[in-house]
């Protein structure tokens, strides 16, 4: 069981890095065109903010063996700051004092949450708090794509809509969502529920 728990916790992480990189098309065509065209940012500042909190849920003072959780989450959290100030640098300037009010928002909530969890709660309350803020702000994440579905229903066009994010996300999510049952671990499981 242990080894089968590893297993889905290595898939997990090749599958969520593959997720981070899908965005890379995405931002060499901003970056060439110096603008953000009609992409959402917004999708990209939610995903920050669940790597922060996914990857302070999965540290050993928090949660037991869900190291792997961390370690993938704090890359993804890396990359995923990298898309957020590529974005706030070529956004238009409505667009740009929105993602960086947003990013300001993640920032806010992250050194909440890791503070409260830190200095007031201990053992069974520090894993409940930081597994429902994880939780809640993971669910926001899924959810922030649907932004986008306007977009490709006025449009009539998947073009901002990549195929290969789509992809990954259903495949991390099902990597993680059997890597928490079998780690017997429902924060992680719920969170990345394949239907999420």
Not at 20 to 44: A, C, D, N, V, W
Not at 46 to 57: D, E, H, I, R
Not at 148 to 166: A, W, Y
């Amino acid at each position: 069981m242990e080894v089968l728990h590893f297993v889905f916790g290595v898939f997990g992480n090749a599958t969520a890095l593959f997720l981070f990189l899908s965005p890379t098309i995405t931002f060499k065509r901003i970056i060439r065109s110096k603008s953000t065209e009609q992409f959402s940012g917004i999708p990209y500042v939610m995903t920050l903010l669940n790597c922060l909190l996914s990857a302070w849920y999965g540290l050993p003072f928090v949660s037991k063996n869900n190291i792997l959780v961390s370690t993938i989450n704090g890359t993804g959290a890396a990359i995923e700051s990298i898309y957020v100030l590529i974005f706030i640098i070529y956004a238009p300037k409505k667009e740009k004092a929105k993602i960086f009010g947003l990013f300001t928002f993640v920032l806010t909530v992250f050194t909440a949450v890791a503070l409260i969890s830190l200095f007031a709660l201990h053992g069974n309350g520090r894993k409940l708090f930081c597994g429902l803020a994880a939780t809640i702000f993971s669910i926001i994440m899924y959810a922030s794509p649907l932004s986008i579905m306007r977009l490709v229903i006025k449009t009539k066009s998947v073009e901002f809509m990549p195929f290969f994010l789509s992809l990954f996300v259903f495949l991390c999510g099902t990597s993680w969502f059997i890597y928490g049952l079998l780690g017997r671990d429902a924060f992680v499981a719920v969170r990345y529920m394949p239907s999420s």
